[in-house]
């Protein structure tokens, strides 16, 4: 059974940085791809950041210049690096990842992280 656990999370002022965190445990066959994406109230979960096991990055126009992301696929992490924050940043961040698991190594599904809360006072 694959999990990941998400941390780094927390109340930050506008302008200041948070580092966000997320580990795969259990075992697993090849991850795809790792990522970020939050859900502020009201709205619809929206992508932050991608990165795949090649290491090709993908992020939202709204973050970009500001986000950073990282990791290693083959070992389960990855990271997001967030500074030059700002309120409309608010919301939970979950991680994300594309698995292919030993028991069904030819079809990679998805799985989330419970959620971390993420706050930008002005």
């Known amino acids: 059974q694959v999990q990941l656990v998400e941390s780094g999370g927390g109340l930050v002022q506008a302008g200041g940085s948070l580092r966000l965190s997320c580990a795969a445990s259990g075992s697993f066959f090849r991850i795809n791809a790792m990522g970020w994406y939050r859900q502020a109230p009201g709205k619809q979960r929206e992508l932050v950041a991608t990165?795949?096991?090649?290491?090709?990055?993908n992020f939202a126009d709204s973050v970009k210049g500001r986000f950073t992301i990282s990791g290693d696929n083959a070992k389960g992490t990855v990271y997001l690096q967030m500074n030059s924050l700002k309120p409309e940043d608010t919301a939970v961040y979950y991680c994300?990842?594309?698995?292919?698991?030993?028991?069904?190594?030819?079809?990679?599904?998805?799985?989330w992280g419970q959620g971390t809360q993420v706050t930008v006072s002005s």
């Open positions: 990165i795949t096991s090649s290491g090709s990055t």
């Open positions: 994300n990842a594309v698995i292919r698991t030993m028991s069904n190594p030819f079809k990679p599904s998805d799985y």
